[in-house]
C-alpha cells in the first residue's frame, strides 16, 4: 500500500515539473511588428546610406520599443491579429529602423514603466506618443521630439457640463486621465484656482488605459478626459451618439522619442534620421494615413537633463 | 453574442493563457520550495535563521505585489541582473507566495498534534525520518485545501504581471480592448477564461485531497471492507466473541473481586538483574515550576515498578526524563550505563544522536493518549518504524506486526485506522508498538488514564501478560491501586516531585507510612470501591 501511495506521489511530483518544464520551455512569442523593410525609398536615400555608414552598430541590430499599446491610431495592437501592433509610431520607428539599418521589436508595459523600462536597460528607446516632459527626462532618459501636442477634451454628447478647457469651467467635474499623463498635473493645478474662486475643486480619476477612461466617460462616472486630439476624434468616431469634443487645447510640451540618457550616438542618429523623415515628407504622410489630422510636426530637437 | 464567442476563441488570447500558466507554474513552484525554506527557517532552533525568514515574510507580504513586480523588473536591473519580462513576472510571484507558502506550510506543521513527534521520538526515529514520515505525510493532507486556494491566487496575482510586459492573458485582454472598443466583449471572454482555469486547480485541488484521503474506498482492503461490513459501528470496540484469557479481572467480572489476588509473589518468586535504571538526584523544571526535585531511583533488570503518586507529582515528567523526550536540569539517569541525551562529557547531544542513543538503550513508550500515527494503519503503526529505525525488511516488519498485534488481541483490525479503533484498541496497539523492537525497558505513562472506564481492563490485561511473562523491565505510571498490587514487584510513590515512599505493593499500599501516600491510597481506594 504504501509503494503505491509513494509511487503516485512520485508520480504527481514528476508529472507536475514536467509540466512546469514544458510551460517555461515554450518559446516566446513576442508580437512581431507588422511592416518590414516597408520604407525602402526612405533607406536608399543619400542621407540614410550615410547614416549607416556613420552608425555600423546600429546596422544589423534589434531595437527593443518600449510601448504602451493603448492610442488607438498611434500605437495599438491590430485587431485583426492582436500578435502585431500598429499605429503612427510603429511606422515612425519602422522608418527610423528602415533609415539607420535596425530591426525594430516591442515591449509593451504599462504607461507609467515607460521611462523605467529604458533606463533600466529592458528596452532600447520609446517610441509610444510620450509627450517629452524634464521630469519624465529625469528618469533617465534624453527625447528628440517630433509632433506638437494638441489635447481634446473628451466629454459626453452635448457637453452637459460646459467644459472649455482646462480652466475653471472643470471646478466640480470628474476628470478621467491617464496615469502618468502630463494632462495628470494641469488638472491638479486648477484645484487651488477653484478653491480661490469658491467653487467645488475638480476630481481626478486615474485610469490604466486611454479605453478605461472613455469608458468612464461612457458609464457617467466622469465628466471629462483629455488625450491628443487625434485620439480623442477616434472614440467620438466610434460611438458618434454618446461622445463630444469640447475643445482643443494647445500644450507647450512636444512629443519625443526617449532613448538611455549618455547613449548619445544613438540619440543622435534617430534624430538625424526623423529630419530626414520630416524632410521627405515621410512624417506628414504617416499622419495622414493615421488620420491625425491635427498632427504638427516638430523640428526634431534634443531634452536632455544628462 | 457573436463578438464573445469571437474573443473567447481568438488564439490571441488563448495564447495568452500559456504564459498565465506559466506564471502561475513558476509562481506556485517557485513560491512553494522557497516557502519551504522559509518555514523551515523559522522553525529551526537557530535564532539568526529564524529572524531572516521573519524580516523576509514582514517585508514581502506587507509591500504590493504590484511593486514586487516593479522592483524585479526595473530595479534589479540596476544591480545588473536583468531577467526577461516573464522570468521577471514569475520570480516576482514566487518571492511573493513563498511567504504565504511558508505560513501555510508553519501552521500545518504546528497543527500535528505533538503527541505524534513524542511517539516518534521515543521509537527512536531521527528528526529528519520524523519530519518525512509522520509529520510532513499528515501535515500534507491538512494544508491540501489551503495550497490549493494559494494555487488560484497565484494564477489571479499573476494578472498584475501585465504592468511589467508579460504578455499574458490580462495584458491581451488590455490591448485588444484599447484596439477594437468591444470593451465588455473581451473582458467577459477573458473572465470566462479565468473562470474555466481556476475551476480546473480547485478540480486538481480536489482530486489531490481525494488522493490523499486515508478513507478512501479504493484503497481499502477487501479485507477492510470485510471487517467493516461485519462490525456495527467504528467507535464502538465489539466484544471478542470468547473472553480474552489475559484480561485482568476487575470488579466488572462479577464474584472475581477481592479474592483473586496477584502479586509479585504469583508466580514464584522473581529474580531480577543488575540495576537497569538509574536515576541521581535529577531535576527538571517548567519555568519557574519545578517538576522533578531531585529523585534517585534504581530499577533492576525484570523488575516491573508501578510509579503511583497524585497529579502534578512528577510522574510523567520522570518517566519523559528517562528517554530524554524531556531534558534534565540536574542530576542524572542512566540506562544501561547510558545517559541518554547527554554525550561522555556531560554535554547534550543533537536530537538524532539521541535517536540512536535511544535505540541502542532499547526504550519502549506507552503514552497516555495512545499517540499512534494517525495516517497509519495499526498494522504499519507497528512495521514501520521496525523498517524505519530498525531496518528490518518490509515482510518481516509485517510479520512481527502481525505476530505482536495478535498478541494484544488487535489481529482482527491490523488494517484499521487509528481514528476507526477504540481507545482501548488504539492503546493495545500503541503497547505492541513499543514492543516491536525487543525493548529492555518499556515505560507506560499512564496508559489507563484517557480510556472510558469500560475500556481500561482490555489494556491493563495486555500489560498484565507482559508483567506475568517476566523479563521485560517496566515502569508504569498509574492511578490504579488493584492493578499495581497485581502487577508491581515495587511500588514507587512520589509526591511534590520526590519519591516519598517505595517498596512491595503490601508496604506501600497496604501499609503506608507517610501522610501524602495515605491520603492518596485512602483516595484512591475510595474511589475504586
Not at chain 1, 478653491?195 to 466622469?222: H, M, N
Request: proline share 5%.
Amino acid at each position: 500500500m504504501l509503494t503505491t501511495k509513494s509511487t503516485r506521489t512520485a508520480g504527481l511530483a514528476t508529472g507536475a515539473l514536467a509540466a512546469l518544464l514544458a510551460l517555461t520551455a515554450c518559446s516566446s512569442s513576442e508580437p512581431k511588428a507588422a511592416a518590414e523593410a516597408a520604407f525602402p525609398e526612405l533607406a536608399a536615400s543619400a542621407a540614410c546610406v550615410e547614416l549607416r555608414e556613420k552608425n555600423p552598430d546600429l546596422v544589423g541590430a534589434t531595437k527593443t520599443n518600449a510601448l504602451n499599446p493603448h492610442t488607438p491610431g498611434y500605437e495599438v495592437v491590430n485587431p485583426e491579429n492582436p500578435d502585431e501592433f500598429i499605429g503612427f509610431d510603429i511606422d515612425l520607428g519602422d522608418a527610423i529602423g528602415d533609415c539607420l539599418g535596425f530591426d525594430v521589436d516591442y515591449l509593451p508595459v504599462g504607461f507609467s514603466e515607460l521611462v523605467p523600462t529604458v533606463a533600466s536597460g529592458q528596452a532600447d528607446w520609446i517610441v509610444s506618443n510620450l509627450y517629452a516632459t524634464e521630469e519624465r527626462a529625469h528618469g533617465g532618459v534624453d527625447f528628440i521630439s517630433y509632433s506638437k501636442v494638441f489635447d481634446g477634451i473628451l466629454v459626453a454628447a452635448g457637453n452637459p457640463k460646459g467644459v472649455t478647457g482646462i480652466d475653471t469651467s472643470l471646478c466640480g467635474t470628474t476628470v478621467a486621465l491617464n496615469k502618468g499623463y502630463v494632462e495628470v498635473p494641469l488638472v491638479e493645478a486648477m484645484i487651488p484656482e477653484c478653491e480661490a474662486a469658491g467653487l467645488k475643486a475638480p476630481t481626478v480619476s486615474l485610469f490604466d488605459s486611454s479605453a478605461d477612461c472613455v469608458q468612464a466617460i461612457l458609464s457617467g462616472r466622469a465628466d471629462a478626459y483629455m488625450n491628443d486630439i487625434n485620439t480623442v476624434k477616434g472614440y467620438i468616431a466610434e460611438h458618434p451618439q454618446d461622445l463630444d469634443s469640447a475643445e482643443t487645447v494647445m500644450l507647450d510640451y512636444e512629443i519625443g522619442i526617449g532613448v538611455l540618457q549618455g547613449e548619445h550616438e544613438f540619440r543622435d542618429a534617430v534624430q538625424a534620421a526623423l529630419v530626414e523623415i520630416q524632410g521627405s515628407g515621410l512624417q506628414a504622410e504617416l499622419a495622414t494615413k493615421w488620420s491625425l489630422d491635427e498632427n504638427a510636426l516638430a523640428e526634431p530637437a534634443v531634452l536632455s537633463v544628462g | 453574442m457573436t463578438e464573445f464567442l469571437h474573443y473567447l476563441t481568438l488564439p490571441y488570447l488563448l495564447d495568452g493563457i500559456l504564459f498565465t500558466l506559466r506564471l502561475t507554474a513558476m509562481g506556485f513552484v517557485g513560491g512553494m520550495i522557497l516557502g519551504l525554506f522559509l518555514a523551515a527557517m523559522q522553525l529551526t532552533r537557530f535564532r539568526a535563521l529564524t529572524w531572516v525568514a521573519r524580516a523576509y515574510v514582514t517585508l514581502y507580504r506587507g509591500t504590493p505585489l504590484i511593486l514586487q513586480l516593479v522592483f524585479v523588473f526595473s530595479v534589479l536591473p540596476r544591480a545588473g541582473i536583468v531577467l526577461s519580462p516573464l522570468v521577471a513576472g514569475g520570480v516576482a510571484l514566487a518571492l511573493n507566495e513563498a511567504v504565504f507558502f511558508a505560513e501555510i506550510f508553519r501552521s500545518g506543521i504546528k497543527g500535528v498534534d505533538p503527541g505524534q513527534v513524542a511517539a516518534g521520538r521515543a521509537l527512536g526515529l531521527r528528526p529528519a525520518l520524523l519530519m518525512r514520515r509522520v509529520v510532513a505525510p499528515q501535515a500534507l493532507r491538512s494544508m491540501v485545501p489551503s495550497l490549493g486556494s494559494e494555487a488560484v491566487t497565484t494564477m489571479k496575482n499573476s494578472a498584475l504581471a501585465s504592468i511589467i510586459a508579460v504578455p499574458e492573458l490580462t495584458l491581451r485582454t488590455q490591448q485588444l480592448a484599447s484596439a477594437t472598443f468591444d470593451y465588455f466583449e473581451i473582458y467577459f471572454a477573458t473572465a470566462v477564461m479565468y473562470l474555466v482555469l481556476t475551476a480546473a486547480l480547485t478540480l486538481i485541488q480536489l482530486a489531490v485531497e481525494r488522493a490523499l484521503d486515508l478513507d478512501r474506498p479504493a484503497r481499502a482492503s477487501l479485507r477492510t471492507w470485510a471487517s467493516r461490513l461485519g462490525r456495527p459501528a467504528t467507535g464502538v470496540p465489539a466484544a471478542p466473541a470468547e473472553p480474552d484469557p489475559r484480561r485482568v479481572p476487575d470488579r466488572t467480572d462479577s464474584g472475581l473481586g477481592s479474592v483473586a489476588r496477584l502479586t509479585q509473589a504469583d508466580p514464584p518468586p522473581r529474580s531480577f538483574g543488575q540495576a537497569l535504571i538509574e536515576a541521581y538526584g535529577l531535576r527538571k523544571s517548567y519555568g519557574e515550576n519545578e517538576v522533578l526535585r531531585g529523585i534517585d531511583l534504581q530499577v533492576r533488570e525484570g523488575e516491573v515498578i508501578a510509579l503511583l503518586g497524585p497529579s502534578g507529582s512528577g510522574k510523567s515528567t520522570l518517566l519523559r526524563c528517562i528517554n530524554h523526550l524531556e531534558g534534565l536540569d540536574g542530576g542524572a539517569v542512566l540506562v544501561g550505563g547510558t545517559s541518554i541525551g547527554y554525550g561522555d562529557r556531560g554535554g547534550e547531544l543533537v536530537e538524532r544522536h539521541v535517536a540512536k542513543q535511544r535505540v541502542d538503550a532499547g526504550v519502549g513508550m506507552v503514552f497516555q493518549q495512545f499517540n499512534l500515527f494517525h495516517h497509519l494503519t495499526a498494522r504499519e503503526n507497528v512495521a514501520a518504524p521496525l523498517r524505519w529505525v530498525h531496518g528490518w525488511s518490509r515482510e518481516d516488519a509485517a510479520a512481527r506486526a502481525d505476530e505482536l498485534l495478535a498478541q494484544v488481541g488487535m489481529a482482527h483490525r491490523a488494517d484499521a485506522l487509528p481514528r476507526h479503533m477504540s481507545g482501548g484498541q488504539q492503546q493495545r496497539v500503541g503497547i505492541a508498538r513499543a514492543l516491536a523492537s525487543n525493548p529492555r525497558v518499556l515505560l507506560l505513562d499512564e496508559p489507563t488514564s484517557a480510556l472510558d472506564p469500560e475500556l481500561v481492563a482490555e489494556v491493563l490485561g495486555v500489560i498484565q501478560g507482559l508483567a506475568r511473562q517476566g523479563g521485560l523491565t517496566m515502569i508504569i505510571a498509574t492511578h490504579q491501586l488493584r492493578f499495581a498490587r497485581e502487577v508491581a514487584d515495587r511500588v514507587v510513590f512520589m509526591a511534590g516531585g520526590v519519591v516519598v515512599e517505595q517498596g512491595t505493593a503490601e508496604q506501600v499500599i497496604g501499609d503506608p507510612q507517610v501522610e501524602a501516600t495515605r491520603r492518596f491510597v485512602r483516595a484512591m481506594d475510595s474511589a475504586e470501591v
